[in-house]
């Protein structure tokens, strides 16, 4: 038997019954960063987290990238289909953050041992070239400030066995952000 407390939104710690000390903290944020830059798996439990815990640790986790990977740059659209929310158990569309050194230029050369299982997506990026788009309320104000539409090839990479993969995970991990390459922008004419 043990006994799991949640501390501050993501500190965890777990003691056995009956003993008079408990495990060391789990400090997510530190173990999602050290797993994502050694490429290896994530082999802890994961119990008793929220969304919002979820969330926090995500945040965390990205801030532990920022050292190495450099600043925010855009952010990724997850789970875009009713059919990927519906088998993630989410209502919306998740939102991962792109840094610097995840973009590389058409034309890059890839590490084939790139991250721990990544896979290979057609995507599409769009250039925001003005802030109002935060207070657009319609498709056609949004695209009123879009500039530009960039052919993008995603490589995100899941750093969960498979088989334990939820929408908590997911939302922990940075929704799989590890890498793409950008094409040449498609102006957009208004």
């Known amino acids: 038997m043990f006994w799991l407390w949640l501390m501050r939104g993501w500190l965890a710690s777990v ?15 530190d173990i999602l960063a050290a797993h994502y830059a050694a490429q290896q798996l994530v082999a802890l439990p994961v119990l008793g987290l929220d969304r919002e815990q979820a969330d926090l640790i995500g ?19 997850s789970l875009i289909s009713a059919a990927a929310r519906e088998n993630f158990g989410v209502a919306t569309p998740l939102r991962g953050v792109l840094l610097r050194d995840m973009i590389y230029p058409s034309g890059a050369v890839l590490d084939a041992e ?6 290979m997506e ?21 695209l009123a400030y879009i500039d530009a539409v960039i ?5 995100p990479d899941i750093f969960w066995p498979r088989r ?17 390459v950008v094409g040449d922008p498609i102006p957009i004419d208004g």
Do not use: H
């Open 15 to 29: 003691a056995f019954a009956g003993t008079e000390s408990p495990i060391a903290p789990v400090d997510w944020p």
């Open 59 to 77: 945040d965390q986790f990205v801030e532990r990238l920022e050292t190495r990977l450099g600043p925010r740059i855009g952010y990724k659209a």
């Open 114 to 119: 790139l991250g721990v299982a990544p896979l």
């Open 122 to 142: 057609g995507d599409l990026l769009v250039r925001v070239a003005d802030r109002r788009i935060n207070r657009a309320s319609t498709p056609e104000e949004v």
């Open 151 to 155: 052919p993008f090839i995603e490589i």
């Open 164 to 180: 334990e993969l939820d929408s908590i995970r997911f939302i922990m991990g940075n929704c799989g952000a590890r890498a793409g």
